[in-house]
């Protein structure tokens, strides 16, 4: 009724659209949850029409949660299989083709309370990246083509 059309999809397996049918696409939080995270970059890129841009958020393994977790030797209940600097971020799209255009902080919370404060810092929970599809691929500092 409202105009929408809901598609129900696997990320892992190519997606049921045409190739450049999206100005922009939003994948929060999921690639760390993703056994492949390059195959769905690159099906983000399929999909980006010219011009288009992807808006992609990962945990950041800086901030104060994840550190304390792996110091502490805790269990992982949220289910991540990867995490993300923002090196490894850059590279991956760029094997996807695609460019960081910008990057971004989410939030910073404080340890034992509700309170959150926005950041853009390392250490921001969560860690925004805006993508655009790449002219040419520049992976770890060097043009490939």
Not at 82 to 103: I, W
Not at 105 to 121: A, D, E, M, Q, V
Request: charged fraction near 20%.
């Amino acid at each position: 009724a409202a105009g929408m059309r809901f598609v129900q999809a696997d990320v892992t397996e190519t997606l049921p659209f045409e190739d450049g049918s999206f100005d922009c696409i939003f994948c929060l939080e999921v690639l760390e949850h993703v056994t492949v995270p390059i195959a769905l970059l690159c099906e983000i890129r399929r999909l980006l029409a010219t011009g288009g841009r992807a808006v992609v958020s990962v945990p950041s393994p800086y901030s104060w949660v994840e550190l304390a977790r792996e110091l502490l030797g805790r269990h992982d209940p949220e289910g991540h299989l990867n995490a993300f600097t923002t090196p490894v971020m850059t590279n991956l799209a760029a094997l996807a083709g695609l460019s960081v255009d910008a990057r971004r902080g989410t939030s910073i919370r404080l340890p034992k309370t509700s309170r959150l404060i926005s950041s853009n810092s390392i250490l921001a929970r969560s860690r925004i990246y805006l993508l655009r599809p790449a002219s040419e691929v520049v992976f770890a500092g060097r043009h490939l083509g």
